[in-house]
């Protein structure tokens, strides 16, 4: 059964920070990984997929690298602002995800 | 339609009492998903249809839950004799398909969730 693991499970930073997002999952043999952003009381917004054949992915200030022998993932968000403050979560193969990473950025 | 459409958005019943909660997918979806969340938890998979049938339904935990898509678009998931700890939101997701398939990328979807209280 995977079991996916996020790290840090919160965190605060000032705006302009870089922001690093680690999700470990325990089964590599995974088809995809995606990333997914979860405001409070709302549903899941899909960030970025991976493909098991790559290596990373971007779009505007995030970019998530994909590690699938060593069970990793990591999602950056560059230059943080306050309206980036959520929850982020990540999926491998969608059957299973962590419990996400609680980003607050502070203006 | 353009997104995941899920209802009702909130229910509040009483314990013993059924529910059933509906999911209407992006059209042309194929791959149908339900999870539940509890507060500061992940998503919690569910069951999964590919079409018509459901593909894995691993994640159901007891016979009260129960999930149908009997062509192949609007899903409804359906809790009978509901307990206190089934108290959740119940999200819905779709895909082009299982993310195997040749050109498809299997990105998921989500709905906004059905909040669901047991009294």
């Known amino acids: 059964k995977q079991e996916v693991t996020q790290i840090p499970a919160a965190l605060s930073v000032p705006e302009g920070e870089n922001l690093v997002l680690n999700c470990s999952f325990t089964?590599?043999?995974?088809?995809?990984l995606q990333w997914f952003r979860q405001d409070p009381g709302k549903g899941l917004t899909s960030l970025l997929l991976?493909?098991?054949?790559?290596r990373e992915q971007t779009s505007g200030r995030l970019n998530a690298s994909l590690d699938k022998s060593s069970g990793r993932s990591t999602l950056y968000i560059a230059a943080s602002q306050p309206g980036d403050s959520a929850t982020y979560l990540c999926?491998?193969?969608?059957?299973?995800f962590g419990k996400g990473n609680q980003v607050v950025v502070i203006p | 339609g353009a997104g995941v459409s899920q209802t009702p958005s909130n229910k509040v019943t009483e314990k013993g009492k059924y529910v059933e909660l509906r999911c209407d997918p992006i059209s042309g979806h194929t791959a149908l998903y339900w999870y539940r969340q509890s507060l500061g938890q992940g998503p919690e998979f569910l069951i999964y249809f590919q079409g018509t049938g459901a593909a894995d339904d691993s994640g159901l935990p007891n016979d009260r839950f129960f999930a149908v898509r009997p062509e192949g678009s609007v899903s409804t998931l359906k809790i009978q004799r509901t307990e206190r700890g089934d108290s959740a939101v119940y999200l819905c997701?779709?895909?082009?398909?299982?993310?195997?398939?040749?050109?498809?990328?299997?990105?998921?979807?989500f709905g906004e969730g059905s909040r669901l209280t047991v009294l």
């Open positions: 089964d590599s043999a995974i088809y995809n």
């Open positions: 991976i493909q098991s054949s790559q």
């Open positions: 997701a779709s895909s082009g398909g299982a993310g195997r398939e040749q050109g498809n990328t299997g990105e998921l979807f």
């Open positions: 999926a491998p193969d969608r059957l299973a």
